[in-house]
């Protein structure tokens, strides 16, 4: 891997770190509002919607200049977000519009892969990209649950500048400066993000033919026999991974009856597992090999209800490492094969667009369904019974596509050698 490849990935981390900690700085701020528990999963509801409405015109936009100037951008977006949260902005619309800014952020950021790296590297590049994410994930988790924590919202508050009025008066605000900082660092590193020279000629600027052209890339890649299982196995994990955290946010408080605090921490172990499992299958998985790794979803699916049958603190940490080693490592081939399709099959911006589109629809709708789980007082391990029985049974259909798909390409294989 080249020099550039690692200034991305320090881009990525910390513009990565900062959004995971500032979602647990957000649910700390509407607990401390009163809100009900179901506007929880909202925030990152909030988050994504932009994915879903703005998917036909970012991977335009990505595409229009280097992919660094637009990491830039993004980065000066979600600073606004957090801004807006300072002017007693509600949460939810003030982390929208970081999502806003994350949505411009993900098609320069997977992009960018494609245009620096040989195809044979994108396994191996996804490992890094999903590895660091992950861990950006669990050092934001903890991170944001400590920033509100008493010890560390009671250190910021008393740090004071001389001669200076900061007016940081409340917990949040001291979290949010730090926050702030972070994405500051992160839009610093954008600036030394290389130039790939890769220019895809005149970008289309008419918002009906940009959405006939998203159009035209989504059926694209969903009629690839390839393409629509790798987009299928993403889609799904992509909404059970957003779900699956509040979840176990809410299992914790309510079965193990740990705080808010050691809540997010455990959050960060279903992290730690994905990132082990990323590290493995970029390590042991080939590009060739990465439609072998789909039945560890369906384990996933059923190791996730054994949740239900957990009490203890001691059982639920190798437990949920477990649920994420798996997660990780059937996520990362199944990546690298979808931005591989769409590299092919079109330009990497208006692939990686596609890709958001559905993996961020899943999202929106599973967390939708969700929250309105959690408002009609479902039992959360029925909750969790549902959730694992459509993980797996989802991906049990995918294998089985799969495999007719494989069956229907090699009739039509034999059919060609008869000819011959």
Known sequence: MNRGFYTIMAAQFF???ADNALLFVAI??????KSPGWITPLLKLSFTLFYVLL????????????????????NLIKVGGCLLIFAHVHPLLAYAIVGFGAAVYSPAKYGILTELLPAEKLVAANGWVEGLTVLSIIFGTVMGGALVGGRVSSFLLGFDMPLIDTGIETPTQAALCVVVGIYMLAALFNTRIPDTGCVY???????VKLISDFANCFGLL????LGQISLGVTTLFWGAAQTLQFIVLEWANRTLHLSYEQSTSLVGVVAIGVAAG???????ISLRKSLTVIPVGIAMGVIVMCMTMVNSVKVAYPLLILVGLLGGFFLVPMNAL????????????????VQNFNENLSILTMLAVYSLMLRAHLNLDIIILLFGLFLAGTMLYIMRRHQANQREFDSIALIGEAKH
């Open 28 to 33: 700390d701020l509407l607990v401390n509002m």
């Open 278 to 284: 990323a590290v493995i299958s970029a390590r042991f």
């Open 55 to 74: 998917a036909a015109f970012v991977g335009a936009f990505a595409d229009s200049m280097p992919k660094g100037k637009v990491m830039f951008i993004s």
């Open 15 to 17: 513009s990565s770190l």
């Open 222 to 225: 969903w009629k690839d026999k």
């Open 338 to 353: 979808l931005q591989h399709r769409g590299h092919v099959l079109m330009s990497a911006g208006h692939s990686i667009a």
């Open 201 to 207: 000629g005149h970008q289309e600027r008419n918002p």
